[in-house]
């Protein structure tokens, strides 16, 4: 009877490490998806996706931006870079938005590309590099 107390003892001394052990990586995962869903890059890029007209024409008006599905981020040569693919749930459907960023000198994150898959599955992208949307003055006299 000695020895079948000792086992249920180490049993359960065993699964109530395995529980803590648990709750352990279950808190380190949410509070790492909550950092990321959170952070400076991810806000950019939901105010990003939120105020693009082409998004826009094609989804309608956007009504919510889901959570970061995947983030990878890139340290080269000082220059951080992050990439966030988002749900975005428009007036008349729903999209997968991919956002680049590029932390730039003072600390500041800017969009650097963006695209969304629509529902032909093609990649339509929603930042181009060369609209400046600068007006050039006409040297007419």
Known sequence: MKVKKI??????????????????????????????????PAEKAKAYLRSNDKLKQDIGEVQNIGNVDTAAINERNGNSEVTLKLKVF???????????????????????????????GQTVPLLDPYDTKVLIPSLTA
């Open 7 to 40: 086992v249920f003892v180490v049993g359960c001394v065993l699964m109530a490490l395995a529980f803590l052990a648990a709750i352990f990586v279950v808190a380190i995962v949410y509070f790492g998806l909550y950092t990321v869903n959170n952070s400076e």
């Open 90 to 120: 428009g007036e008349k459907k729903t999209v997968n938005a991919t956002v680049n960023l590029m932390l730039v000198p003072g600390n500041a994150w800017r969009v650097t590309s963006a695209s969304y898959v629509n529902s032909n």
